[in-house]
């Protein structure tokens, strides 16, 4: 059990220094697909019977809840340092971009989960992708693109907090290691299209419409109230 931790945190590690790399370049695209690929790769029988195997030799008695709460993290420090923005304009631009991403891979996550209908390793349904490493990851590459500069350490502790959610869903055997590879994939991917949407076309509502928008966080639940005024 030692050993396993210990991978998982070199692997957060070098994941972490990968992905804040990829923040200062327009190969954003590159860790996304790396992780969809490797994804699509542990999907084979094969590596699902090795993954059986291990968590049936190594984790049969392991259980935790807090993969539950770890996912919104991330996002729940991201929301924080925006609503604590004296720059109006630049708190909804943050806004806007975690609703407009939000949007993306919650459609694309359920609509995969819905679709393919593939079994969980605990044989609970609905398990492509990990819809909880989603969310860990788009909240934590959203949060590095906001901090990379300013608070460098918070956006290794974004990546640290995903990287521990998809490891407990894979613990918790919850979810297939394809699973959660996809599912990060798809946060980050997420993360920056939302971002490069909104920057695109915010000209056209910052000039025309006023609009606010609202963050709400309850227990295991966050929405976007957007009010836009027409006149």
């Known amino acids: 059990m030692k050993k396993v931790l210990i991978l998982l945190i070199l692997l957060g590690i070098q994941f972490q220094n990968s992905a804040q790399s990829s923040l200062k370049n327009k190969n954003w695209w590159v860790i996304p697909s790396t992780l969809v690929g490797l994804g699509i790769v542990a999907s084979s029988d094969q590596f699902k019977q090795n993954q059986v195997s291990f968590h049936d030799n190594n984790l049969q008695n392991f259980h935790t809840n ?27 631009d943050k806004l806007a971009r975690f609703a407009i991403g939000t949007v993306l891979y919650v459609g694309i996550t359920q609509g995969l989960k819905r679709t393919l209908e593939i079994k969980r390793p605990d044989g609970g349904e609905h398990s492509f992708p990990s819809g909880h490493t989603t969310t860990a990851f788009f909240g934590a590459h959203l949060l590095a693109k906001e901090v990379k500069d300013s608070q460098p350490w918070l956006a290794v502790l974004g990546y640290g907090l995903a990287t521990t959610t998809g490891a407990l869903r894979v613990a918790n055997n919850a979810h297939w290691v394809s699973d959660v590879l996809v599912g990060a994939g798809i946060g980050i991917a997420s993360a920056e299209l939302g971002t490069m949407i909104w920057d695109k076309y915010k000209s056209k509502f910052h000039n025309k419409h006023a609009f606010q928008l609202n963050p709400i966080v309850g227990n295991q639940l966050y929405a976007v109230q957007l009010t836009w005024d027409l006149n």
């Not at 729940?76 to 909804?92: F, H, Y």
């Open 66 to 92: 807090a993969d539950d709460f770890l996912q919104y993290t991330p996002i729940l420090i991201n929301v924080g340092l925006s609503l604590a923005s004296s720059d109006k304009k630049n708190r909804q």
